[in-house]
């Protein structure tokens, strides 16, 4: 018998605690088979957010660390500074990047640090109780934005990655959906070239935005959080590539 | 060199690896040597984008095991409260240098004392501890730098260097020079990579039923060890005297020409200087209190430092206070007169 597809070793073989349908398992996977791939596990250094992946460390086997809400950027900076043969990556959800850790990501990518950034984007917060996020999206109804969040009141959803392209610093910006096989494999390419150019030393910061289903906090089923990705949330943050880097 | 450039040159000397920080004065001289030194030494520095950011880019470079520290003035230390509660957590070494400004707010920026509740009580949220040290001359803030790195790395905590506007800014001849580092434990946890060993993780958060009771058990046990290992404290004529003034830092310099003055007058004062303010001279204190004698804190804020003098006195002798807050600096002569005044019967000038 031939083995099509298996774990990959940076994906330590233990249950997650994300809910049915959470797209945090998939993005860890695409983060675990780039390390496998490029064969960096050896000196690659991940950083924890605040979030409902704030165990990351607990399903990808590298040296990792646990930060305050937000500033993964500031301690990646202050980590590949002082260690530029290692490759530095961040996982941020939006309430982590997008909210409270906004000064240290437009930053990080200003000063162009070479760093990774992954970036998921679920548009909610997810581990304190599905309130609403800078990227919650109009009409969408959360634990503080009962009537749905209305442009007037809460103001229009945040697309950093937009924001972010415009600075010389960030390199290379894209923005994947993890809600069908193909649009994960592009993911998975988006995700490989953000590691790669670090690898290459390239000059600045790459991000990798991901648009994950939160069944829970969105009121769904995982099917129809899946759907919900593909007819509403891409609306507000389309795919593609923002920003690449030609050397 | 004013206390500033001494206290960073002193630093590259003990071997700081990066230096992270953000303008603020009184302390500006700091980011600026290190901006043109550090370089020039092959190490990193960078100008961070807040304090916030500045303090949690000390926590990336020290969880990878490097020296790092980072300097600022009151207003930016609140900031920093967060970072400095987060590397308790996660046992983490690192050196913060207050150079201290009037407070609260934006208060201004003439010397202050005012942080000193905040330096010795944590500061951020929890239950932990900085190692917090008082230099009170231009000399005195390079000699702590050396002292601050080696005691971070053996407790894995956070080192306070708590200055002020005076100390930063006045120019003293001062001699720099490379002291040995203390024996120090390996840094076993840090992150370098996985390589051909188990995955290490750096964290604060631990979830699981009595875990964070346990470490905050072993942080108590290791403020423990330093209460019993590290006290640092200056005495002069304490034995016979009938007045112990008290005071730290800058404060503590102007106390000494009052003193002197006071034992020219006949007055019998002497006076003690906490070195360390975490953890504090408790004991040397208290055997002072063994006597009767009228003990007189000196601070320049409105009275945080007596708060602790009490306890280790515990009521057996009078304690009073002068102190002037708001950036109010203190000259011999009003302290001299506050010690006339506690001397029976009064001495008239």
Redesign the interface.
């Known amino acids: 018998m031939k083995t099509v597809f298996k774990r990959t070793p940076t994906l330590n073989d233990t249950p997650t605690h994300y809910c049915p349908g959470c797209g945090h398992g998939i993005a860890h996977r695409l983060v675990a088979e780039t390390i496998d791939d490029l064969d960096i596990r050896g000196r690659t250094i991940g950083i924890a957010p605040v979030g409902c992946s704030v165990l990351a460390y607990d399903y990808l086997d590298v040296d990792m660390v646990e930060v305050a809400h937000g500033r993964a950027p500031a301690v990646a900076t202050g980590m590949k500074r002082t260690n530029p043969d290692k490759i530095i990556f961040s996982y941020q959800g939006d309430g982590d990047l997008a909210s409270i850790g906004m000064a240290e990501i437009v930053h990080a990518a200003h000063r162009g640090e070479k760093i990774t950034v992954i970036f998921i984007n679920n548009a909610v917060y997810g581990m304190t109780g599905g309130q609403m996020a800078p990227t919650t999206v109009l009409n969408q109804i959360t634990a503080t934005s009962p009537r749905g969040r209305q442009r007037t009141d809460q103001g229009y959803p945040l697309q950093v990655s937009e924001l972010l392209a415009t600075l010389p610093g960030a390199i290379y910006i894209e923005r994947c959906a993890l809600s069908s096989p193909a649009r994960i494999r592009k993911a998975k390419q988006a995700v490989m070239h953000a590691f790669e150019l670090q690898v290459n030393d390239a000059p600045g910061l790459s991000l990798v935005e991901l648009l994950s289903p939160c069944p829970t906090y969105w009121r769904m089923t995982p099917a129809k959080a899946i759907e919900w990705i593909e007819n509403e949330l891409i609306k507000t943050f389309p795919l593609g590539c923002l920003k690449n880097f030609e050397s | 060199m004013c206390g500033n450039e001494a206290l960073a040159e002193a630093a590259i000397i003990a071997g700081v ?2 230096y ?1 920080g953000y303008p603020i004065t009184p302390q500006n001289e700091i980011p600026a040597y290190m901006s043109r030194r550090m370089p020039e030494e092959g190490r ?1 520095f ?1 100008q ?3 304090e ?3 303090i ?9 095991g ?1 020296r ?1 520290m980072t300097s600022s003035s009151s207003p930016g230390i609140s900031l920093m409260q ?2 400095m509660s ?1 590397l308790a957590g ?1 046992e983490l070494p690192a050196v913060v240098v207050n150079v201290m400004r009037g407070g609260p707010g934006l208060g201004n920026i003439a010397p202050s004392q005012g942080d000193y509740y905040q330096s010795t009580r944590g500061g951020g949220h929890g239950d932990y501890r900085t190692i917090v040290l008082a230099p009170s001359g231009v000399q005195e803030m390079a000699d702590c730098m050396p002292l601050a790195f080696d005691l971070a790395d053996e407790y894995r905590m956070t080192v306070l260097v708590l200055a002020d506007g005076i100390l930063g800014q006045m120019m003293e001849p001062v001699a720099l020079e490379k002291k040995p580092r203390r024996k120090l434990p390996p840094k076993d946890w840090a ?6 060993r188990e ?7 631990r979830l699981e039923e009595g875990v964070l009771e346990k470490l905050n058990y072993k942080l108590q046990a290791k403020y423990d060890k330093v209460r019993e290992n590290e006290v640092l404290c200056e005495q002069y004529k304490v034995d016979d005297a009938d007045i112990v003034v008290i005071a730290f830092g800058i404060a503590a310099r102007v106390v000494r020409s009052a003193v002197n003055k006071a034992r020219k007058e006949g007055i019998k004062a002497g006076w003690i200087r906490p070195v360390t303010l975490w953890p504090f001279p408790t004991e040397q204190i208290s055997r002072a209190a063994e006597q009767f004698r009228i003990f007189l804190t000196v601070e320049m804020n409105c009275g945080q430092m007596v708060d602790d003098v009490k306890l280790a006195v515990a009521g057996r002798v009078p304690v009073l206070f002068y102190g002037r807050p708001g950036g109010g600096i203190l000259s011999a002569d009003e302290i001299l007169e506050k010690i006339r005044q506690l001397t029976f019967p009064p001495k008239k000038r």
Do not use: H, P
């Not at chain 2, 992150?191 to 051909?196: C, K, S």
């Open positions: 690896d990066a992270f990193v960078v961070s984008e807040s916030l950011a500045a949690n880019m000390v926590y990336g470079a020290s969880a990878t490097k790092a967060e970072g987060y996660a992150l370098t990579g996985i390589q051909d995955q290490r993780i750096v964290r604060s958060l």
